[in-house]
Each structure stands twice: as C-alpha cells, then as structure tokens.
C-alpha cells in the first residue's frame, strides 16, 4: 500500500506518471484499490496508457443486507472509478458482466469492451498427485469461503446437526476452510453450545494452496451454499477434480457446474441433508487430466490477446 501511495504521488517520491513506459499498458485485477480513485489522479496525464480494470463483482450493491453497512459506498466507488478510468473491463463471469454493466451507466458513461474469462486453476490443482493420508478413512466434506454471512455458513451448521441427530458417530465431517470475515463469531456460535457439532465441524484457516488442492481430491464433496457470488472458484477447483459437489442456485454456480453438480435453494435444508448423505466417500482419487484452458497460461494469453486489441481512450 505504501509503494502505491509514493507512485501515485500521495507521497512525494517517483511519480508513476513519469516513470511509466510510453504506450504500456495498465492493468488493475484487485478491484479493492479502485475504492480509492485518488490512485488513479495520474492516469489523467498520461492519455497514451491503455487501461484495463477487473471488477468481480457487484454484490454489495445488489445485496446490502448480506455485506457490513460501508462496502455498498466503496463498491459504488469501486465500479465508478472504472467506468471513469477503463479503456476495457474484465470480468470472470457473464453474470458479473450483466451486473456491473446494469449499475454502470448511472456512473459517468456506458460500459466499454468487456471480456468474460473464467478464472484459471492455481498450479496447485493441476500437479497434486495424493489426498492427504490421514484422512484416507475419514468421510469429510469441504466449503472453502471466506466466514461471513452472505456465504451461508450457518445453513451447513443446521444441515450437520441434522446428520448428527440421524446418523451419530457415523455422520460424516465437515471442514471449513476459510478466514473470519464480517460476524464469523456469531456464524460459528454453534460450534461452542453444541459439543457434538464441534467434533464434526472444524474450520481451518491458513492452508497453503498444495494443502488445499490435497484436501480437495479426497474430499466426499464441494459444499457452495453461498446466496450471492461474482464467481464460483470453489465449484470450478473440485469439477477439475472431479470431486462431487453442491452447490445454491444461483447464477454464477450455474455458469460453472458441471454436469454431476447438484443445485438446490440456498435454504432448502431437507434437500441439503438428503444430497450430503447420498454421496459416497471421497477416498484416494488420482487427479484428472486438467484441460489446457483451465491453466494460467492460457488465462494471461486470452487476456493479452484482448487487451492488445484495446487502444487508449484517447486514440
């Protein structure tokens, strides 16, 4: 952040605007620092720039009430900075296309060229090669999100305590990897005034991406209950793997399931529980053959062919 405050002249040092190539191009995929359009001040003086921004997506602003009472500013902040900046977008999915280009023209303009461009798998996900060992006998399945309340976390919680209930010492496990976001403590309440929820349910947090892929293609199954998502890059990793997963009706897991993918209402808790039971263990799979597209090679080079097909606004 602070190398970013000194190119951007907030700090006086080295002034990106002078110290950019000529004709180079700019290309912004953190979405975050677009909250702040004093970044981008410099921009103005260099019309010879392309610029090209990524925006995920537009969540806050379609489902405040699922996000904490600031992010709906900064989102709207975010979009308008690259509607006033963008000589191109880039977006992960075409439900983010349609979203983001729906809030756009209030904010300075129309949407410029787009691409949609799902996300590569990480390098992990294409050479992993074993499950982890010790859970080779443990029936365990998988949500992998950050801990926050539009991700549905606590439609799991009631999910397990019904496999509980019904299946005892047999239920299977649920491990939840992921950071604590907005009101994780209260997501997770459960898990302190339930003893045997909590030896069922176990969130994980700061597993390297090898970790995470080895979890992945032992587990039963890829739970994505979430009620609203830009992208479902959980759903993509397990399909590559064909690890079973379930998933919440909702557009963007639409876009990425796969043929075995089971979609059900983000609060259908019966057919939650029934769909978990159903599936058998995951066990000692040996990883598929990933196709090249899902590689990041073939990522940036889709994404260089259309930015070199940009020009700047001022051309």
């Known amino acids: 952040m602070l190398r970013m405050l000194y190119a951007t002249r907030l700090f006086p040092q ?17 979405q975050l620092g677009l909250a702040m359009p004093s970044f981008f001040d ?17 969540i806050p602003i ?29 977006f992960n ?24 461009r799902s996300l590569p798998l990480s390098p992990a996900f294409i050479t992993v090669r074993t499950t982890v060992a010790e859970l ?9 999100s950050t801990i926050e309340p539009r991700k549905n976390h606590a439609l799991l919680l009631r999910v397990w305590q019904r496999l509980i209930e019904t299946m005892g010492p047999a239920a299977p496990h649920l491990i939840i990897v992921g950071a604590a976001g907005n009101l994780a403590e209260t997501i997770l309440a459960p898990l302190q005034s339930d003893p045997a929820l909590r030896a069922r349910v176990h969130p994980v947090v700061g597993l390297s991406s090898p970790a995470l892929a080895s979890l992945v293609l032992g587990a039963a199954g890829m739970l994505c209950p979430s009620l609203a998502e830009g992208f479902g890059l959980s759903l993509l990793e397990a399909g590559a793997l064909h690890v079973p997963t379930i998933a919440s009706d909702i557009p963007a897991h639409r876009e990425v399931a796969g043929a075995t993918t089971i979609l059900l209402a983000a609060n259908d808790e019966v057919g939650w529980t ?38 700047p606004r001022a051309a």
């Open 14 to 30: 080295r002034s990106a605007a002078r110290a950019v190539p000529a004709n180079a191009v700019y290309l912004n995929t953190g």
């Open 42 to 58: 410099w921009l103005a003086k260099r019309p010879d720039i392309t610029r090209a921004m990524m925006v995920h997506d537009v």
């Open 62 to 90: 379609d489902y405040p009430h699922l996000v904490s009472a600031k992010a709906p500013v900064y989102h709207r902040q975010m979009v308008r900075t690259a509607a006033e900046n963008a000589d191109c977008l880039l």
């Open 93 to 116: 999915s075409a439900y983010t296309r349609d979203t983001v280009t729906a809030v756009m023209p209030g904010m300075n303009g129309p949407c410029p060229p787009a691409l949609v």
């Open 136 to 144: 080779a006998d443990t029936r365990y399945f998988l949500a992998v």
């Open 274 to 311: 029934r769909a978990i039971s159903d599936l058998p263990a995951g066990g000692m799979r040996r990883r598929p053959d990933i196709p090249s597209a899902m590689t990041e090679t073939a990522y940036c080079r889709d994404i260089v062919d259309f930015i070199s097909g940009i020009g």
